[in-house]
């Protein structure tokens, strides 16, 4: 695992630079139509390679394109050929600038390839669980929104996996029961700080680099993307909209250690709202033409 503050130590390129890099590449994912364990993977050996060694803006991409050739050779059965990293990065580097960026990188790494991802870790709980694939894809949005975000680089994989869970099978109405909860070795005390920023995360609406956000509006992942935020501080849902983001909503009313609960007022309907006035309207004249 890389260390969540790794980018301090770069001199050229920040974290907004590798949240561009990250949304380009799910989406050259989705293009190559690769498996997820790919993506996954591409992003733990940038964190890992960006932790050793200083890169420059202008080889930034080069170092994704170098990652994902070296992710799709580990997982894919069909792994695309250096020309379509070519082809896909608008001949801004050529074959042999990738290649020698892929020795670069796995020299660099030790050839230590293999490294948990929170994808494993889900699956696990997918069947322990025996979630819907409803509750799945939403679970799988979950996870791919972190990648995106360098806070999360703080917390484990198994501890993203156990938190989309929790909050994927509360969203869509399943149980978190002490099976799934021994089975992920996470309660719901200790999955407090992850929740809270998992939330903030999935209540976003970026006007900008929303290629996770596109891919999961898709029918075939059930469109998990417009679902409502399932809120575990105060057991209520909040909807994602732009006007009211869940962020801002943190700092008026929502501590992450401290949970203060106030009672919300039920309102009518405004159809019930136009029935009671005309009826006020229906009485009032009978008593004028009464008297």
Known sequence: MASPTYMQKQTDINVKMREILV????????????????LF?????????????AVSRTKLQLVGCAAMLIAAK?????????????YISDQAYNRDQI???????????????TA???LRFAERLFRVGKV?????NYIRYLMELTMQDSKFLRYRPSEIAAAAT???MKTTGHQWDATVEHHSNYSRQKMNDVLVDLQELAARDPPKYRAVRKKYAN???????????????????????PCASLTKLHKTTLAKNEIQSKPIRPTLPLSYVVLFVLHARVITRKVIYSS
């Open 166 to 168: 929790y909050l994927g």
């Open 116 to 118: 948990p991802t929170c």
């Open 219 to 241: 029918k075939k992942y059930c469109e998990v993307c417009f679902f409502v935020v399932f809120c575990c501080h105060r057991f209520a849902r909040f909807r994602r909209s």
């Open 132 to 136: 819907s694939p409803e509750t799945e």
């Open 99 to 113: 290649l020698a960026m892929e020795g670069i990188m796995l020299n660099c790494l030790g050839f230590f390839i």
């Open 23 to 38: 949304d380009w590449l799910i989406e050259v994912h989705i293009k190559f139509k690769l498996q997820p364990e790919t």
């Open 74 to 86: 580990y997982e894919e059965i069909y792994a695309p050929e250096v020309r379509d990293f070519v």
């Open 41 to 53: 993977l591409t992003v733990n050996l940038i964190d890992r390679f960006l932790e050793r060694r």
